[in-house]
């Protein structure tokens, strides 16, 4: 399912060639996670690794990720029912 998850999240990637010949890459729907490098799949690699460790960080500090593609990551609350 996080491999999934992040395989559709690099679907939604944007990325734009800089004056310098560099790139910049961002998940617009992932705020935060951006990447900067030489070449395009240097760039791609970049996002990819920042996208990993921006899901387990939101994770451990309780921070919602958005839903993509019908994938939710997010912890939800199960509440016991009493058979009594």
Do not use: F
Not at 73 to 82: D, G, K, Y
């Amino acid at each position: 399912m996080l491999t999934r998850y992040i395989e559709e999240a690099m679907k939604q990637a944007v990325y734009e060639k800089l004056e310098d010949g560099t790139y910049w890459g961002e998940i617009p729907n992932c705020p935060g996670t951006n990447a900067h490098a030489k070449s395009l799949s240097a760039c791609q690699e970049e996002l990819r690794e920042v996208v990993e460790e921006w899901i387990v960080q939101n994770l451990h500090d309780g921070v919602p990720l958005p839903v993509i593609a019908e994938i939710d990551l997010n912890r939800h609350e199960l509440h016991a029912t009493s058979s009594y």
